[in-house]
């Protein structure tokens, strides 16, 4: 893996990916935040060595690389997941990548459905810790102690200091931000009555498919992490309704311009 990290870094290097200080991953339906870079190079994830390539319809496929707020950054517009196909390891490969680039920061957000029901669809969740339901970890494979501490400390996942930033910005801003625990599944098929009441039982304030992988092996490489998840359905077992994905990708996009504005204010605090 070292070697594909090195000639992956090499190849984004020479594409122009100078000095980046942060890392955004954007989940599902969040994407207008690459409107708001002055990009200077982007790459389509099927033309990086090493890559996965992004197969959801609603995910761009696209690393880009330029200034927001002031400071240098690398976007992922599209992001990998376990149901996809793809091993814990290829799904937090950018993350390895991004480091090696030279990123300390990584900020992440995703789409996610609350279990909660005092949150409410459009509103948003920064993610306090998380439960992790994908049944593996992208640590378990043999020489990770060769890139990092392999029984990586998880008291404190998210970076404290953003999440206190990122409160403050969004009083600042009169913006509605709950504070709660993500639990991520594998998926792709959303949950039944009887999981969404388990979910609840053991603590989750919000499901979703992704997450959990970067920020462990963010955490592996001694980077600051941080997340906000867009709440996009109501989780109620008692009045499940079916599932409607093109409005859940609606609701994401409908509520985005908040978390623009969040991970805008912090970018230029950081």
Known sequence: MIKFITET????ADKGFENPEIGIIL???LGQLTNEIEVISEVSYNHIPNFPTATVEFHKGKLIYGNLAGK???VMQGRFHVYEGYSLQDVTFPVRIMEKLGIKTLLVSNAAGAINLNFKKGELMLIDDHINLQGS???AFKGVENLGERFTDMSAPYNLE???KFKSIAKAHNIKL???VYASVVGPQLETRAEYRMLKIIGADAVGMSTVPEIIVANHLN???A???VLTDECDPDHLEPVDIAAIIAMAGKAEPNMITLFKELIKSI
């Open 9 to 12: 870094a090499d190849y984004l």
């Open 27 to 29: 989940g599902t339906g």
């Open 72 to 74: 240098k950054v690398v």
């Open 137 to 139: 970890s992208p640590l």
């Open 162 to 164: 953003i999440n206190t």
């Open 178 to 180: 709950h504070e709660g």
């Open 223 to 225: 980077m600051k992490a």
């Open 227 to 229: 997340a906000i998840s």
